[in-house]
């Protein structure tokens, strides 16, 4: 039982390290008019403002009446970021700029404060919801100091059409993201022994 155990969660974390180097590269093939939106990037200090303000950010976007083709693109850049980032729930991923989770991140609240400021430039929508929205983040960075804290990924612009992934192989270089790894294939193993025994 304990070597079965150990042998799925050493194929997980092997697994995870080896995963393709997908993030950074934008796709190929492209016309010349599908370039992508460039979205600057955020200091690491003002990360965890727009996370937490990032419900009332996609809910004012959700709301917005009428669209146009920026505001839908940089919406699913924030979903599928958040996808590609596991939605930021592996620990150290908003505050340790070591975690192989931190660059994505960094990705998904830049988009986050683009589609904003970008819905502050909209007609129609909830006019007054938007202002008092970027009013209070203004405050929030201002007494946090957020934009003096910054990182390596703190002056690196991003893309609507590049997504950035995790980087796997540094995983187990990581203790919080091999321990979350770690934990996580135990409950798989855990999960898949009664089912095992069932079958014999």
């Known amino acids: 039982m304990r070597g079965y155990c150990a042998g799925l969660v050493g194929l997980f974390l092997c697994a995870a390290a080896s995963l393709p180097a997908w993030a950074h590269h934008a796709p190929t093939g492209r016309p010349a008019d599908a370039i992508g939106i460039s979205i600057p990037s955020l200091s690491h200090g003002q990360m965890q403002v727009i996370a937490d303000n990032l419900p009332a950010i996609q809910d004012l976007a959700a709301r917005q009446d009428p669209t146009d083709l920026t505001m839908r693109r940089l919406q699913d850049f924030v979903n599928l970021q958040r996808f ?22 960094h990705s998904y609240l830049a988009g986050a404060r683009a589609l904003l400021l970008h819905l502050q430039q909209m ?17 929030e960075m201002l007494s946090a100091n957020a934009s003096l804290v910054l990182c390596r990924y703190s002056d690196e612009p991003f893309n609507t059409n590049v997504v950035i992934a995790p980087h796997w192989g540094e995983i187990p270089l ?27």
């Open 84 to 105: 590609a980032c596991l939605w930021g729930m592996v620990p150290g991923t908003l505050t340790d700029e070591a975690s192989p989770f931190n660059e994505c991140a």
């Open 174 to 200: 990581h203790p919080p993201s091999l321990m979350t790894f770690a934990a996580l294939a135990v409950l798989l193993c855990a999960a898949a022994l009664p089912m095992r025994g069932v079958r014999r």
């Open 123 to 139: 007609p129609g929508g909830d006019r007054a919801g938007v202002e008092a929205l970027v009013s209070k983040i203004e405050l």
